[in-house]
């Protein structure tokens, strides 16, 4: 396989006090090497918990993976022994950049601290093998070499004066800032994939825009991929070159960015495109609500709120459908044309 | 309420001003946040009106003391022609009335112990002498205004959905008839689809009840689809006002400019690739002299740092910049 | 009142609430129904000195004491002036801590620290010294023990309002309700109140338990009401000289405080469990 990341009929379920949610259906989303995907969906769809279920850091007591595999360097990272993954894989071949920047860091301890924690661990001149004794040592070249490399990449993300910078506070740095840190922090380990969840959310849309040119420049620059979530179809413009499409747990459509957003194929994917608010001001909503994911609608889960449902749709959820290369679709009925027709 | 003169606007603010003391350890006060620091603004009835800006520019402020919730640090709120910002608590009780205020999560404004139906009783006994069947009456015409079944009323806010809980904020409010009602943030962090459907809720209402919006938000997009008039506020102040189409059409403040041109486009061009301004918002506690985009500005000249620029009529709109 | 009988459904779910639940029930029962379930109701104050310091017996479920009295039956009536006591005292904290802390919460300048400085006084003083020194000084009655109680107690009623009252002016249904004109008595009465009732019923629960241990401690000391009421602790008291061989003379009240003072803070933990944060969630669980 060609993919760096290929997830692959992935099912997790979530224990809640209302029952069992069946928050992923077997979901398959590929990304290949030096590529950015954009996850996109409403809230609800199940694009967090891929990520987290991706990263091995589903919350232990109520998440059960019920089948499906992850595969990263053709390694299935659910049945991998959990040591080797959390050494080897999460935090170093893999990296996260989290939503909200402001809990991320420790309150009480300057960022120095934090950044030279995860380079103790997680830097690329580290020896393999285990994450060892809590205590273990840190060779004195090895945390010089480090800190070149943190200040380095501290630079890149244009964070001013780097050296000063390390001895700060988390609370001393602006949201905007506090999300280069995370970027950065996500580079340091040279991984071959990055987890963004929703990182630009909570930014301004001026601060947004230059995170975005920022990590996109930088990934591939390094020939990183990136695996981005995000509920904005706007940001998902901005940084992706292909988008995947969720609802309610299952993946609708997946395209190449120019494709998606010029000739979506899927009723869910042309209604929302359809509701992003055009300069006219028309308003387009689409009627019915995001069903419970404790006793989902069977089949194609949009199918309540889908004009083009049939009976089929309402039985069995439809296969992988490719339209065009790198263009695929899970919907008996897809449709052609630009939106609005 | 007084009825004001023709033609005059509904709400006017003149240099409004609202200041925060900045407090180290021991309490002394070692600095001020202009959070406003000099808005005037003027709106006429059945307008809507987006107040956009980014996050620590004071437009949430701005509202919240226009409704009241803060003291003005100086210059004048008048709603229909009278002075609010100056009033004795229970006579600015009153004005609660007319000029009514919503959340950013209307459901958070609910009692969480008490049920809906006393909830939508509640503004009602506060500002009239109803009696309960009369209050039955215009309650129910509310519910249905906003779309609810007479069956939720009795329930409590957490027993309804997230949109259920904001009709049920909204109604609320809307018992009391106001003139003018100020919505903050009203679809941050909502889905693109939710977003459209309040939206039309919103335009839907302000044509039931012939209603006043000033709309804060940070979402160019929506402000667009809502607002006939837009005010761009920074750091405290107003950069430029005029009417929506025209502002978004031809920006004459750089910093509009700049904001209009982070909005992602889908369907056109990146415009990550195009975007040039740098930096962030200066710290609202050490402002800059003169101009306070200076800082950031692509125009900048010697003149900015010196001199403020005062918020000046140009081509029907009004701007603060030296080089409109 | 289904609210009601919904705490008492899930306080039942919690086996330590459910016990004292239980020993509090049966404290309550033994009071209201003392005439009824004592075996010799007159000994209250009939004196039969031929039978004195029996051991428990088939006539005598606990024995008899110094007087002859039989201790069963002057314990339940006892029980009396124990739920009495702890009813009226915290019943009375209540009244002035509640809207002390009310006030104290609501406004923010001097006046709301001087009231918090006034029951930090109140508390600093050791509760059981204080309530001595007050029953010494007027002297020993009941009406003088609950009055030490409640001057003692109050503080803390207080400091929970407070805190409580405090936190919830940052919520935003009580600034929107504000927004909405409601005036400062209308807020604290019908918004604030309601929302920090669960606090205040817990602290009076437990209050309970801690007001009646002092009691004891206090008619113990002779500075309760006088005999021959028969208070526990002054049942105790009377026992010691006639320790060790007079075995049940003291345990049985000994072990009826013990009892009533657990079962009401196993109470007030469950309740305290129960009532936050369950109440708020689902009422009437509901699926939308």
Redesign the interface.
């Known amino acids: 396989m060609t993919e760096l990341l290929s997830v692959r009929g992935l099912r997790v379920d979530f224990v809640t006090d209302g029952g069992v949610a069946q928050v992923l259906d077997g979901i398959n989303v590929d990304v290949a090497a030096g590529e950015v995907v954009g996850l996109v969906g409403e809230s609800g769809c199940g694009k967090t918990t891929l990520a987290r279920a991706i990263l091995g850091v589903l919350p232990a007591g109520a998440a059960r993976v019920r089948g499906g595999e992850v595969r990263f360097k053709g390694d299935d990272l659910l049945r991998q022994d959990p040591a080797v993954v959390n050494a080897r894989v999460r935090g170093r071949a893999i990296t996260f950049i989290p939503q909200d920047p402001s809990t991320s860091f420790s309150p009480v301890f300057p960022v120095k601290t934090q950044i030279m924690d995860l380079m103790k661990w997680k830097s690329p001149r580290a020896a393999d093998g285990g994450p060892g004794w809590p205590l273990r040592r840190y060779p004195r070249e090895r945390y010089r070499a480090d800190r070149e490399a943190v200040l380095e990449t501290l630079r890149a993300v244009q964070i001013p004066e780097p050296a000063r910078a390390l001895r700060r506070l988390p609370h001393e740095f602006s949201g905007g800032q506090r999300q280069r840190l995370m970027i950065a922090m996500a580079l340091l380990p040279q991984p071959a994939l990055i987890i963004a969840d929703e990182p630009t959310t909570s930014l301004d849309v001026t601060i947004q825009a230059q995170i975005l040119r920022l990590l996109r420049e930088l990934v591939k620059a390094r020939g990183v991929s990136v695996l981005f979530t995000t509920h904005d179809l706007g940001t998902a413009h901005e940084i992706c070159d292909r988008v995947v499409v969720m609802y309610a747990g299952q993946e609708m459509e997946a395209a190449p960015a120019e494709a998606f957003f010029a000739r979506p194929a899927h009723p869910y994917t042309r209604r929302l495109l359809a509701s992003v608010l055009g300069p006219g001001g028309e308003l387009r909503d689409i009627p019915g609500d995001v069903p419970s994911l404790v006793g989902p609608p069977p089949g194609c889960r949009f199918h309540p709120r889908c004009d083009e449902a049939t009976a089929e749709c309402r039985r069995d959820r439809p296969a992988r459908r490719t339209l065009a290369p790198g263009h695929d679709v899970r919907c008996y009925h897809p449709v052609e044309g630009p939106i609005g027709s | 309420m007084n009825a004001n003169a023709p033609g005059a606007p509904l709400l006017e603010i003149v240099d409004l001003a609202r200041h925060f003391p900045v407090r180290d350890a021991f309490g002394r006060r070692t600095g001020w946040i202009r959070a406003v620091d000099g808005v005037s603004l003027a709106v006429d009835a059945g307008e809507t009106v987006g107040l956009v800006g980014e996050s620590g520019c004071g437009k949430s402020t701005l509202g919240k003391t226009v409704m009241g919730i803060h003291a003005p640090t100086a210059g004048d709120i008048r709603f229909a022609g009278r002075e609010i910002g100056r009033l004795p608590p229970r006579e600015r009780r009153a004005i609660a009335r007319h000029l009514q205020y919503v959340y950013q999560d209307p459901g958070a404004s609910l009692d969480p112990r008490w049920k809906v139906l006393h909830l939508l009783h509640e503004p009602l006994k506060i500002h009239t002498r109803l009696s309960r069947g009369e209050r039955e009456q215009q309650v129910r015409a509310i519910l249905a205004a906003v779309g609810l079944p007479d069956a939720h009323l009795d329930l409590y806010p957490h027993e309804l959905s997230g949109g259920q809980q904001r009709r049920v904020g909204l109604a609320r409010i809307l018992t009391l008839r106001p003139r003018m009602v100020i919505l903050d943030e009203p679809t941050s962090g909502l889905d693109v689809s939710v977003q459209a459907s309040v939206l039309k809720l919103f335009r839907g209402l302000q044509e039931t009840f012939a209603l006043t919006y000033v709309f804060i938000s940070h979402d160019l997009a929506v402000v667009r689809a809502m607002c006939a008039r837009i005010a761009v506020m920074y750091l405290g102040k107003l950069v430029e006002v005029g009417d929506t189409a025209a502002v978004f059409e031809e920006p004459r403040h750089p910093y509009t400019r700049s904001l209009l041109a982070a909005v992602p486009r889908i369907g056109g061009r990146r415009v990550t690739l195009d975007f040039a301004l740098e930096g962030e918002p200066p710290n609202p506690r050490d402002v800059p002299s003169g101009c306070r985009f200076r800082t950031r500005c692509p125009l900048v000249q010697d003149v900015c740092a010196a001199e403020e620029p005062p918020l000046r009529d140009v081509d029907g709109r009004r701007v603060a910049c030296h080089f409109a | 009142m289904s609210a009601a009988w919904f705490v008492l459904r899930r306080l039942a779910r919690d086996r330590s609430a459910l016990l004292g639940l239980i020993l509090i029930g049966a404290l309550v029962l033994a009071a209201l129904l003392a005439p009824v379930l004592a075996t010799h109701p007159d000994d209250v104050f009939e004196l039969h000195p031929a039978e004195r310091l029996q051991a428990p017996s088939r006539d005598h479920w606990l024995g008899t004491d110094r007087m002859g009295a039989d201790v069963y039956s002057r314990l339940l009536f006892g029980a009396r002036i124990t739920i009495l006591i702890g009813v009226i005292a915290v019943g009375a904290s209540l009244l002035v801590g509640v809207p002390v802390g009310l006030v104290a919460g609501h406004f923010h300048g001097w006046f709301s620290d001087l009231l918090m400085r006034v029951s930090d006084i109140f508390l600093a003083v050791p509760q059981v010294v204080l309530a001595i020194a007050i029953a010494q000084t007027l002297g020993p009655s009941l009406p003088n023990v609950i009055l030490a109680l409640s001057a003692t107690y109050w503080p803390w009623f207080a400091r929970v309002v407070y805190a409580e009252t405090r936190v919830l002016q940052k919520?935003?249904?009580v600034?929107?309700?504000?927004?909405?004109?409601?005036?400062p008595w209308?807020l604290t009465a019908l918004?604030v109140l309601?929302?920090i009732a669960s606090s205040i019923i817990v602290r009076a629960s437990i209050g309970m338990g801690f007001t009646i241990l002092t009691a004891a401690a206090l008619g113990f000391l002779g500075l309760g009401p006088p005999p021959p009421t028969p208070e526990w602790g002054r049942t105790i008291a009377e026992s010691r000289e006639f320790l060790p061989d007079a075995w049940w003379y003291a345990t049985a009240p000994g072990l009826a405080i013990f009892l009533t003072v657990m079962g009401f803070n196993l109470l007030g933990d469950g309740l305290r469990d129960v009532l936050d944060p369950r109440l708020?969630?689902?009422?009437?669980a509901?699926?939308?």
């Open positions: 919520e935003i249904f600034e929107s309700t504000v927004a909405l004109g409601a005036s209308r918004h309601p929302n708020r969630r689902s009422h009437t509901r699926d939308d």
